[in-house]
């Protein structure tokens, strides 16, 4: 059974920096990409970062220069660094897994399949 896991959300103040980390159990085969996604109270869901399995990064405009997504592969774990955030970072964080090994949209949420429950964000101004 393919199960993601998050953790490491919080609350922090506006400038501050937090690191998400998603643990991943039951894959017989790497990914093709993983994500990271957050969907703030009451609106849509929407890709922050992602990573293909040969290293290949994409993030959104509004993150660019404070997040960096990793992985350690060796652990099975995937991270969100989180640094200067900011109020509108906020929202729940969810890891995300594709099955596809080249993805025009890296960062489109209908692209993955597996989902975890996801750990919550604040960021107070």
């Known amino acids: 059974l393919k199960q993601l896991a998050e953790s490491g959300g919080g609350s922090v103040q506006s400038g501050g920096s937090l690191r998400v980390s998603c643990s991943m159990s039951?894959?017989?085969?790497?990914?093709?990409?993983m994500g990271w996604f957050r969907q703030p109270s009451g609106k849509d869901r929407v890709g922050v970062a992602s990573i293909s399995a040969s290293g290949t990064t994409t993030y959104a405009e509004s993150v660019k220069g404070r997040f960096t997504i990793s992985q350690d592969k060796g652990q099975n774990t995937l991270f969100l660094q989180m640094n200067n955030l900011k109020p509108e970072d906020s929202g729940m964080y969810y890891c995300?897994?594709?099955?596809?090994?080249?993805?025009?949209?890296?960062?489109?949420?209908?692209?993955?399949?597996?989902w975890g429950q996801g750990t919550q964000v604040i960021v107070s101004s």
């Open positions: 039951g894959y017989t085969r790497p990914p093709g990409y």
């Open positions: 995300a897994a594709s099955p596809w090994t080249q993805l025009e949209y890296p960062l489109r949420r209908s692209t993955y399949e597996d």
